[in-house]
């Protein structure tokens, strides 16, 4: 994403009021409002409501170091929950985390702010992409979408967790290079594909059947996308 930093490692100040006995309960629950997470904020008043009553005895202690302890079991999921839009995604696991709490991003429908600044793909890759849909292309894999993009995979490595892919391989099968799972070899050749190239795609796919992906089609027949680019 657009600002670079180390959000993730931070600690916020409501969790140094967590050290406060009696009233550190009272953190927790700030940052259930702040979050809106609602059973933190009820385990927070708890945590207050237990401590006042426990003041005075040896249990105080108890509740004490619950409060410490519960504070910083939420941080990274409190920094995630109130994250904004141009925090970055710095490695996998800050990926799963943003994952968990706001789902992940269909890449075939999502729109070319949510590739910007939820994804944070630069704006060049993100427009390839919408190209590439807009021509009636759907990806089905991390592999394609990093093959056609362009985007280098340890980009990819990175944000993983975040992507999705919604797609129906029985739609659309005579749009982009669906057209290689039904098209016979003579269609092929009429698409401008090498005589070889058209047989070896038919005989691949009438030996181990329909192709799921680019990437697909690229593994089982060993032929590089520029054979049948045309089709893309």
């Known amino acids: 994403m657009s600002i670079k930093n180390n959000w993730i490692d931070e600690t916020p100040q409501w969790i140094w009021w967590s050290f406060l006995p009696v009233l550190g309960g009272l ?5 259930g409002n702040k979050s809106k997470t609602s059973s933190w904020r009820y385990y927070g008043l708890a945590l207050f409501g237990l401590g006042l009553i426990l003041a005075s005895t040896d249990l105080a202690i108890i509740v ?8 910083f079991a939420i941080r990274k999921k409190y920094l995630v929950k109130v994250a904004s839009r141009t925090a970055s995604i710095d490695n ?17 429908t999502c729109s070319k702010d949510e590739l910007v600044y939820d994804l944070g793909l630069p ?22 979408l990093a093959d056609l993009s362009g985007i280098p995979e340890r980009v990819f490595n990175k944000i993983k967790p975040l992507i999705t892919f ?7 099968s005579d749009i982009s290079w669906r057209r290689l799972n039904s098209f ?19 005989e691949e796919r009438e030996k ?6 680019l990437i697909d089609v690229k593994k089982r027949t060993g032929l590089p996308l520029s054979c049948y680019k045309n089709l893309i």
């Open 27 to 31: 953190a927790i629950a700030y940052a």
């Open 64 to 71: 004490w170091l619950a409060q410490i302890g519960t504070s």
């Open 92 to 108: 996998y696991e800050v990926a799963q985390l943003l994952a968990q709490e706001k789902g992940q991003i269909d890449i075939n």
């Open 123 to 144: 704006i060049v890759y993100a427009n390839d992409i919408e190209d590439l849909r807009n021509e009636g292309h759907i990806f089905t894999s991390v592999e394609e």
């Open 166 to 172: 919604g797609y129906d391989l029985n739609k659309e």
């Open 184 to 202: 016979s070899v003579e269609e092929l050749i009429a698409c401008d594909l090498d005589n070889i190239v058209a047989r070896k795609i038919v």
């Open 208 to 213: 181990a059947g329909a192709f799921k992906s």
